[in-house]
């Protein structure tokens, strides 16, 4: 087993080298005029600020978790936990760092060198985070495979998977208030108060808006889907030892635990082929290249899959649950892009309500987002069918396995997903970067359609993050079921059905605490942008320079200060009712939670990319265009779904994961306790 | 047993006398000028034109169920089904033809008796509808009860219960959508568009809106409740035989079934006293003396179940139960009221962030709505707690029994709650004859005052309904496994959680069509609105009349056309579950359905009542009161809430409650099949 896990983490690190060829490439472009410096300089000072702030709460919050997990499960589950942890802030940052390189250097190939080598840059700099994202995760998994005896990995893996999850927090419920914060208030102010352009530089929170993008749709983005994709492998580790004793012989423990780690490194390794085959043709939309490396690395993943499956684990069915879980996957992106892309009948719906007024344009909205529920939930039911039914046909016992590994297929092109994923901020600072240093209408032009399809990847991204929570808190939910020892949760037992009513209820608090979140931050955001104008008239005027590190500032304490509560609850919750109500209560509640936080998720999610949209569609001129009363409409809807798509949506993954790690670390604990009342 | 039945039967004519005393009371109050009448017979017209229309769709709805339940289950489950439906109709034609006599005739009482008078009529009325809906439903399975064998009444009396609630989609679905498409209509172009007030008898809306109130916030409200209460007591009788096995003879099945009846019986006499003793105090609030109602009805059924419970079932722990079951619904009627009153800080926040504009608005109601669910949930949770473990210890299985105790105790009053939640919307048409007979401006006063008051105990009345549904749907729940004879419906097998998954995503799906129906209603609303307006100036100027008859006659055909397709949804989605992946599919189906579906409508709900009294704050006079731009921005949150609270969140209900009893009523053919590929 060593000598092939030792394979997994050649293929990490081939991952992480290429990502570092990658970041010297970028590093070495031109990054223009000096103030195109300057300003990239204080997206990069105003990120590294966050960076240096939450790390110091990240520590604190490592070393606690630690002494819990140490004191009440074992060490080297801590020990682990610090691993997993770690690796994610790295990630993080290797990512975010080359993100604030690439903006610059995207502005300017847009500028010297045209569209296509725009694209490129933009394009490798996420790719690095895509990279680091899957090489890290891999790295780490693969030498925790190495290193211990796979009775300990089985026994104390699970911790990795809470490090990742425990860090994920911080990056998509912090990021995601961080960077709302910073948009809503630079909007409102900006834009609609004093009349000013996105992205002008006399708006004192335009950097503040320009760090979120790298800190929540970046650095956050990749920590939710490192958290996937570690929980996924972790997840199919655990189950391994069920597998193959349902297998009858045909394979052992050992293989079934290290398979999904080869199909893993498969994965990178297709990320990589698929990352360096992006490239754009002058003149054809640049989605078709995105599109092409992902399904190039799809389609060796599938074949290798199919292969692997045999040799390894001597059937083809393993293949069928990898394959179902990458058609999820993609699937899922598709149907996002349908309900929320201009160019088909949702947005344009919204847009043609919003004629009526801003209250249609809410209700039509969130008519939207609730109907797009429907394609995902039965795409990840077949999904479910597939892989289980499939697998279970090897043996009886063996479903859940293949749930893990299609949840594990899904997230093996990650570095692939975030690579397009994380293009789109990059796309979207650069732009911002050519507007605040007044470069040529033709580069802002190239920006402007980079972006336009960066806004889609991103909406599509955000549907597969949810999906990839989905499986992935799914394959953990049957690892809870194997760790306790549960061998039915019964919708029958009342106290479970209890559990599903909390576990149900608490994605809408959750949610109601980060939308609170961002208003409150955004509201001080507002206060300070006002009074920045107030007091200094020469910033309008375009004489003086606006304090751009206050707002930063307040972004960031926001941030740090408002993820406490949100994120306490998603740690406790689990606790409680697993102490209190027992392990088959907290069974029910995860469920529940599961059930209920995808819903909720990918409805606002989708509502919000769909209004996004429909203002960009009624921008275009449809409706009476800019400045017109449909045009306000569409507004109002876009600054509901701000905090609903990169706020309280995305956030929901974490929760949803997050409970149902910290479940399968503490199930020990519940089982000894048995519940005080359940 | 039958001795006992009879008594049931007794009590229940007791209440329908009452009743009927009552009518002919009201009918006796003199109608006030020509004008009055003129106004209060348009209304009535619209209301027996849409119960026309409706009548004629119900006879072949009931005739097509009849046929399907009688040729794919037995013939006598189909006729229970026939009584079930065409009593919850008589209850909605009695109640609502009733609250046409008392709109008026509360209006003059406000004119010649002042506000104690008034009171005394609008109350009187809703006291009907509440004793027609508790006295018919007691009274029809008090007959089956006493007709039939206990066994055959077992076997077959969930045909009544589907017979409830068929028709109570027609109720609440189909007057939610014609209430607000009138409503809507009238207030877009009414008042925003052409500046006239609200009731202002120069817009063509303003009957369709008046005989909205009777449609869907007396008959639909009704049906709704009628739905839960004979649901309740289903539940109870059909877990009976369980219970009695488990007690180990300390009762026999007979007994088990007769005493939710026995207690439905108190509740219906104590819901007369509590009636008969509501008086006002001139100058005191009029929800003391409705509260003053309820707590006296409620504190009889909690003494007289004590007693009965130990002397017909031999211990106490069923009381427990009943007064568990009580004592949420209150409970959640408090917090509503905590989170939709302008009396407390959620809605005093939501007006202060409207400040901000329509945006803000919106996040901040639908962060209410969101957080006001968490109470309600734990409420729910420790009453199934208690009533389940209360009577499982005295014997093991009893608690799902109590369970169903539990919602049987909350509805006993259920002759109570509806009458004083029937009692806003006939406050709320007084008010509007007053306008539109342009009554002296102390009339409109006392029946402002009184729709104050009727809007907080809609909203009450609201929460109390969600409540309701979901312990009914749970009780149902129970049966359901009774039913099907599984002994677990287990989170661990994944066909169960693709039930859950697709049983969480029905209630978006759902509200997303009925709210879309809204807007496409709404929509011809206003262009006909509109139309009007324009090809005849007199109507404006006050010299023509506008054509009330037309807008009557779209809201008629839009309700009915537009709820086909959810109202086929929720017949047909348990249907096709249940053969397609078997019965234990669809028990994680209800589960998802009903947790999902509970969350989402008490959000909807309570957001929907959020802004209406946020609205009603600033029109009090707050952050600048009526036209300043704050009013505008509630009036925004107020139009989404609109569909919210009135079609939406209540529709839910019924769908939970509706997909469980075809569930049940269905599940020997499930049963049968087995899943075709479940």
Redesign the interface.
């Known amino acids: 087993m060593k000598g092939i896990a030792v394979i997994a983490v050649c293929a990490a690190i081939v991952g992480l080298i290429v990502a570092v060829v990658l970041a010297t490439w970028i590093k070495k472009q031109d990054q223009g005029t000096d103030r195109m410096k300057e300003i990239s300089g204080f997206i990069r000072e105003g990120a590294f600020a966050f960076l240096k702030r939450e790390y110091k709460i990240m520590v604190i919050v490592i070393a606690v978790l630690f002494l819990l997990i140490g004191f009440c499960i074992n060490w080297v589950t801590g020990i682990l936990y610090i691993c997993g942890a770690v690796l994610s802030v790295l990630a993080g940052f290797f990512g975010m760092n080359v993100a604030t390189w690439g903006n610059v250097r995207t502005a300017n190939a847009a500028k010297d060198g045209g569209m296509n080598k725009a694209l490129k840059v933009a394009f490798r700099s996420g790719a690095v985070m895509g990279l680091a994202v899957a090489g890290l995760g891999l790295f780490g998994l693969g030498m925790v495979m190495v290193c211990l005896k796979l009775a300990t990995v089985v026994q104390c893996v699970t911790g990795f998977g809470f490090g990742a999850s425990s860090m994920a927090l911080f990056g998509r419920v912090g990021g995601g208030i961080y960077t709302k914060a910073a948009d809503v208030g630079a909007d409102?102010v900006g834009k609609?108060e004093a009349g000013i352009p996105e992205d002008d530089p006399r708006n004192p929170a335009v950097i503040a808006d320009n760090v979120g993008d790298n800190v929540g749709d970046v650095a956050g983005m990749g920590s939710d889907l490192y958290e996937s994709y570690c929980g996924s492998i972790i997840s199919a580790i655990t189950l391994a030892a069920v597998a193959a004793g349902a297998s009858g012989g045909l394979f052992d423990e050992a293989t079934a635990a290290i398979f999904p780690l080869i199909m893993a490194a498969v994965g990178i390794i297709a990320s990589v082929i698929g990352i360096l085959l992006v490239r754009g043709k002058e003149g054809s939309n640049p989605a078709n290249a995105l599109n092409a490396g992902t399904y190039i690395a799809s389609g060796i993943v599938v074949i290798v899959s199919i292969i692997l499956s045999k040799a390894m684990l001597g059937s083809f069915a393993f293949s069928v649950a990898i394959i179902a879980g990458l058609i999820v996957g993609v699937a899922i992106g598709k149907i996002t892009e349908i309900y929320t892309s201009e160019d088909y009948k949702s947005v344009k719906k919204i847009a043609e309500?919003s004629q009526?007024?801003?209250?249609?344009t809410?209700?039509?909205g969130?008519?939207?987002g609730?109907?797009s529920?429907?394609w995902p939930?039965?795409c990840?039911?077949v999904g479910?069918?597939a892989a289980?039914f499939a697998t279970e046909t090897v043996g009886a016992g063996m479903?859940?396995y293949g749930?893990a590994l299609a949840a594990v297929g899904m997230l093996s092109t990650t570095g692939m997903t975030v690579a397009v994923d994380a293009y789109g901020p990059v796309s979207d600072n650069a732009g911002g970067i050519a507007e605040m240093s007044e470069l040529p209408e033709g580069v802002r032009n190239i920006t402007d359609k980079l972006d336009a399809v960066g806004n889609t990847t991103a909406a599509i991204g955000k549907g597969f993050a949810i999906g990839s929570a989905a499986l992935t808190a799914?394959a953990l939910?049957?690892s809870y079921?194997a760790v306790t020892g549960?061998?039915?949760?019964?919708?029958?037992n009342?106290?479970?059905?209890?559990g599903?009513?909390?576990?149900?209820?608490l994605p809408?608090?959750f949610?109601?605490f980060t939308?609170?979140s961002?208003?409150r931050a955004a509201?001080q955001m507002?206060e300070e942008v006002r009074r920045q104008f107030r007091e200094d008239d020469g910033i309008l005027a375009g004489t003086s320079k606006p304090d751009y590190a206050h707002c930063v500032d307040i972004s960031t304490q926001a941030a740090l200060k408002e993820m406490i509560v949100p994120g306490l609850m998603a740690i406790i919750a689990p606790l409680a009712v697993g102490i209190i109500l027992g392990p088959e209560a907290l069974?029910?509640m995860l469920?529940?939670a599961l059930?209920?936080g995808?819903?909720l998720a990918l409805?606002m999610a989708n509502a919000g990319g769909a209004w996004d949209n429909a203002k960009k569609y009624v921008e275009g001129g449809a409706y009476g265009g800019k400045g017109s009363d449909t045009h306000k409409a569409t507004?109002?809807g876009d600054?509901?779904g701000d905090?609903f798509k990169d706020t309280s949506g995305p956030s929901i993954n974490i929760l949803i994961k997050l409970m149902t790690i910290v479940s399968v670390v503490f199930a020990p604990l519940f089982v000894a306790i048995g519940g005080l009342i359940g």
């Open positions: 409102l609609v309500q009526t007024g801003s209250a249609t809410i209700i039509s969130l008519g939207v609730m109907m529920t429907v939930i039965i990840i039911s479910i069918f289980y479903g859940m749930i799914l939910f049957a079921s549960l061998t039915a949760i019964s919708l029958l009342p106290i479970v059905i209890i599903l009513f909390i576990g149900a209820m809408f608090m949610s109601a939308m609170n961002v208003g509201n507002i069974g029910g469920a529940g059930a209920a995808v819903l409805m507004v109002v600054t509901v905090p």
